[in-house]
Nanobody, 127 residues
Framework: EVQLVESGGGSVQPGGSLRLSCVGTGFTFASYDMSWVRQAPGKGDEWNWVAAVKSNGRDTHYADSVKDRFTISRDNAKRTLYLEMNSLEPEDTAMYYC??????????????????WGQGTQVTVSS
């Protein structure tokens, strides 16, 4: 059974930091490009792509809204994907999902755009 299990979400004040983790099992984690996507409150079946890392771990890409604040990384030996989030803003409040599969370039994505999805972890940024 394929599983992506996220952790590390929580509530922080603006300017704070969080580190999300995602462990993947049931598939060849090291062979897949991985991304983080997020769903803001009330957005229904619409997710925004946040960041991606190639299977080799060396090539990374970010949405403009998080560039220079977020860092995506992976440890294939531990089957784990990470998202280091700094200088958090209220606009970053969302459910964050770990997803497997190549990112085709779109900022707004749907379930069909990635192969595997985690269950999500909530990030709330508020004073």
């Amino acid at each position: 059974e394929v599983q992506l299990v996220e952790s590390g979400g929580g509530s922080v004040q603006p300017g704070g930091s969080l580190r999300l983790s995602c462990v993947g099992t049931g598939f060849t984690f090291a062979s897949y490009d991985m991304s983080w996507v997020r769903q803001a409150p009330g957005k229904g079946d619409e997710w925004n792509w946040v960041a991606a890392v190639k299977s080799n771990g060396r090539d990374t890409h970010y949405a403009d809204s998080v560039k220079d604040r977020f860092t995506i990384s992976r440890d294939n030996a531990k089957r784990t994907l990470y998202l280091e989030m700094n200088s958090l803003e209220p606009e970053d409040t969302a459910m964050y999902y770990c997803v497997a599969g190549p990112h085709r370039g779109a900022y707004t994505v749907a379930r069909k755009d990635f192969i595997y999805w985690g269950q999500g972890t909530q990030v709330t940024v508020s004073s």
